[in-house]
């Protein structure tokens, strides 16, 4: 399987639309999507592509000097092929911040697995930001506070 990361545009939403409605249980809307990718001039967005398909996609927002990983999403059967890890390598390589957030479902044990081994450390809880479910907070960064 051959993979590509490049910097999403406007003609993929429909493409991370339809990853978004595969991945999560309260998707973002299209035009969500749509403002965050066309209209946020401080949001970078990767998409892979597998083959030629959209296969996953990480979205950053840039404030100063920190990153906010805003969604780090791979099609189910693209899962464990190491897609999600090349997103988020791609996004810190072409920001080249210092800092990272990120919020993460407790219950998402590959995402926090794969959070820890690229240097994220979890610093605190965020209640019920799932609606019925928490979220670890986790940071990344030399000084992660």
Known sequence: MSVTYRQVNCEDIENIYKIELACFNKPWSLESIRTDICGNEFSLYIIAEADGHAAGYCGVHVIFNEGHIMNVAVLPE???????????????????????????????????????KLGFATV?????????????IMWKGKNTP
């Open 78 to 116: 693209y899962r464990k092929r190491g897609i999600g890890r090349g997103l988020l390598e791609t996004i810190f390589m072409q920001t080249g911040l210092p800092y990272y957030t990120l919020e993460v479902r407790i219950s998402n044990d590959d995402a926090v697995r794969l959070y820890d």
């Open 124 to 136: 605190g809880i965020r209640p019920k930001y799932y609606g019925n479910e928490d979220a670890l």
